[in-house]
């Protein structure tokens, strides 16, 4: 069964400190999709980024960067110099990578505030 | 392109009702999603559909609740007789089966249910 865990439930930081969000995940499957979404206060959920268990390298886009680590099951994403705008429920998931099961399984969520 | 497309935005009916939500997804997508998302427990997977037909309904709670995908620009999802507990946010995406874009899921806006 496929599981994944955001530990941190909520988080605050002033505006342009650097803070990471979690994802820890469970698959038993060798290929599989890893994402992360943001879900801001309107409501609506934002693609961020996908990553196949075969890239293992970080990415990095503007502010945003992603730390995938295969060893330790753990799928990380820092924002760089925050701002108010990044306020907003982060959601980590996880995907089989076989046709015909294309389900997502998301973690609970992780609060993010930037105070001003 | 308008993205995923969700009626109504808000809904408030009583116990006992029919409740139907409607969901138009981007055109050229084959794969349709429903979810849920409450506080108690996240986002849910209810049923997703491929090309119209339903491949996986394990999600849905109970016989209370059905989905439809009758052509491939438009599903529904329909709750009779209605409970206060179905309160929740029902999100729609869609994505498309495609080596570059494999399962990307694209949300609609959400349609928030509240059952008196």
């Known amino acids: 069964a496929q599981k994944v865990t955001q530990a941190q439930t909520e988080i605050s930081v002033v505006e342009k400190e650097d803070v990471t969000l979690d994802c820890v995940y469970e698959?038993?499957?060798?290929?599989?999709?890893l994402f992360w979404y943001k879900q801001p206060p309107s409501g609506e959920l934002v693609f961020l980024i996908r990553?196949?268990?075969?890239?293992?390298q970080n990415e990095i886009s503007g502010r945003y960067s992603w730390n995938f680590q295969k060893s330790t099951s753990s799928f990380n994403f820092t924002i760089t110099a925050s701002q108010v705008v990044d306020s907003a429920v982060y959601f980590c998931?996880?995907?089989?990578?076989?046709?015909?099961?294309?389900?997502?399984?998301f973690g609970t969520g992780t609060r993010l505030t930037i105070i001003p | 392109d308008a993205g995923v497309i969700q009626s109504p935005r808000h809904e408030v009916t009583e116990m006992g009702q029919e409740v139907t939500l409607r969901c138009k997804p981007i055109?050229?997508?084959?794969?349709l999603f429903w979810y849920r998302q409450t506080m108690m427990r996240g986002l849910e997977l209810l049923i997703y559909?491929?090309?119209?037909?339903?491949?996986?309904d394990s999600g849905m709670p109970e016989d209370r609740f059905s989905a439809k995908m009758p052509n491939a620009s438009f599903s529904t999802l329909k709750i009779q007789p209605s409970e206060p507990r179905d309160s929740a946010v029902y999100f729609c995406?869609?994505?498309?089966?495609?080596?570059?874009?494999?399962?990307?899921?694209?949300f609609g806006p959400g349609t928030r249910l509240t059952v008196l």
């Open positions: 055109s050229g997508h084959d794969y």
């Open positions: 698959t038993r499957d060798t290929t599989y999709y």
């Open positions: 998931a996880l995907s089989e990578a076989n046709f015909g099961n294309e389900k997502l399984t």
């Open positions: 990553r196949n268990s075969f890239d293992e």
């Open positions: 995406a869609s994505s498309f089966l495609g080596t570059v874009y494999y399962n990307e899921q694209f």
């Open positions: 559909f491929n090309n119209n037909v339903p491949i996986d």
